[in-house]
């Protein structure tokens, strides 16, 4: 993968290139970003770089034989790592690369792909994945091989995240590399991460997507209009997957389920509330992250209203009509709860946790914030 085939992030690109052409190359890195920002494939792209035969002063160059293997992922000097799902068998010793020809598929058809993406390339949504034990014993056979081609051996692990204890295997390997060894690793949540494997990596920041930059893609790539195309950039908060899903599902879906569900709670509305939670348990999980994600939007848009922004709220006719009504009750000392329990919400979603189980939860926080705002602004009048 080329840089300019990555969107957006051109600082980071820049600096990359810079680090490769000063010689100053860190042995292990850890790519850390949000979902949808690009740090597995600008991980590719570095990787292509480091190992490209005639790489350019912006760009490796596409059409030497190493970049044209790692097009399609199959140099023989790259080595990925990603959680998987151990086979039902006692004394398993499945190991990533039995999933290789899966990942190649899923990765070469959307390289933004994310966790639960992948889990339904396996047909594994219900099942927990990880880089166990027996993947890391391999990775510590695979790079104590010479060099096949490349200047480079290089390992990219995909959400290292999964590790769990197993990471402690790899610290030594990785503080103390075989010679010509480079370690990409590649998060999303820095917290999760063992400390170990922390501590042994130099950082590099992948950052939010600029709102132009998926705007730009979406032009490009989807064909929608300016105005369409800003207006779901917008949305996405800098995720270039939610992005595209929001383009695929529509937002008028997630608009309407979201103003339903913040009148169901601000009524106190038990029987309402309760079919609403049937209508997004149906959904998959997927759907269910794009609809949390847009509330986060939403609630900040009514944030910038209510507190004298509003002409940075850049909404369609029937949200800025919402926003409008209902900005009053999204108060200043309470809308950082909001945030964190639709965040709540997003996090127990993308690790399998009960649907109807976490959006009741949603609610009834949602409900409980929305009666102190009630009384919080009533009291002012």
């Given amino acids: 993968m080329k840089f300019s085939e990555v969107v957006g992030q051109e ?39 480091l190992n490209c035969q005639q790489p350019a002063e912006d760009d490796s160059c596409g059409t030497c034989p190493s970049c044209l293997k790692y097009a399609k992922l199959i140099h023989p000097d790259l080595h990925l790592s990603f959680p998987y799902v151990r086979a039902d068998k006692e004394g398993d ?19 933004y792909l994310n966790y639960n993406s992948w889990m339904q390339a396996l047909d594994a949504e219900k099942k927990q994945a990880n880089i166990t034990k027996a993947e890391c014993m391999d990775i510590i056979g695979k790079l104590g091989l010479h060099t096949f081609e490349g200047k480079y051996k290089i390992l990219i692990m995909w959400l290292p995240e999964y590790l769990r204890d197993s990471g402690n295997i790899l610290l ?26 922390l501590s042994r990596t130099q950082l590099v920041k992948v950052p939010r997507l600029e709102t132009d930059d998926i705007a ?38 997630n608009e309407q389920l979201f103003i339903d569900f913040m009148r169901l709670t601000f009524k106190g509305d038990g029987l309402g509330i309760a079919e609403w939670l049937e209508k997004i348990t149906e959904l998959g999980r997927e759907q269910q992250k794009n609809f949390l994600q847009y509330g986060i939007h939403i609630i ?7 507190y004298g922004s509003a002409k940075l709220v850049r909404l369609r006719d029937a949200e800025l009509d919402f926003v409008t009504k209902f900005s009053p009750y999204i108060q200043k000392q309470y809308v950082a709860d909001f945030n964190r329990f639709l965040n709540d919400a997003i996090y127990y979603v993308e690790r399998n946790a009960n649907g109807k189980l976490v959006f009741h939860n949603l609610a009834n926080e949602i409900e409980r914030l929305l009666q102190l705002s009630k009384r919080s602004l009533a009291a002012t009048v």
């Fill in 172 to 197: 030594k390997i990785i503080e103390e590399p075989p010679a010509g060894t480079v370690f990409l690793l590649v998060a999303e949540r820095q917290e999760m991460l063992l400390g170990t494997i």
């Fill in 300 to 306: 900040r848009e009514c944030f910038l209203m209510q």
């Fill in 93 to 111: 010793k499945t190991i990533a690369a039995d999933y290789l020809k899966q990942f190649r598929e899923a990765f070469l058809e959307d390289p």
């Fill in 11 to 49: 600082a980071l690109k820049q600096n990359l290139i810079h680090t490769v052409q000063e010689g100053r190359i860190s042995h292990a890195q850890l790519f850390l970003g949000p979902e949808g920002a690009g740090a597995l494939p600008m991980a590719l792209a570095y990787a292509q770089y």
């Fill in 216 to 253: 730009v893609y979406l032009r490009n790539a989807l064909e929608l209009s300016d105005k369409e195309a800003h207006s779901v950039a917008l949305l996405s908060e800098g995720n270039l997957r939610a992005a595209r899903e929001l383009v695929q599902h529509e937002v008028s879906i």
